[in-house]
């Protein structure tokens, strides 16, 4: 799911699950080699994690607020907060590690 700076409230900050945000842009190539990855992680955590994409070109605010220096940037926001994050194209391995300190139990 693409967010904006106009639901980036609704869809991230008042999420009651944790939210893993791919900040990201269209000529980015390192961000075209994670996208599957991320794809493949909103399969595995449906109901657990939501998934969302913010292109920091059309959101440049988004990611000025979030400190976003460096495409991609995974940020986990968890009860309307950026508690971590994962910058660059990393292994899978590496994001579930993170994200499994945020993620609900079963």
Known sequence: MEVNETNFRDE???SPIPV???FWAE?????KMIEPIVLELEKEYAGKLKVVRVNVDENQNLAIEYGIMSIPTL??????L???QIVGAVPKRVIVDKLKKYLLPN
Request: charged share 10%.
């Open 82 to 84: 950026m508690v971590d």
């Open 12 to 14: 991230v900050l008042n």
């Open 20 to 22: 893993l945000v791919d």
């Open 75 to 80: 940020g986990i926001f968890v009860n309307g």
């Open 27 to 31: 000529w980015c190539v390192p961000c």
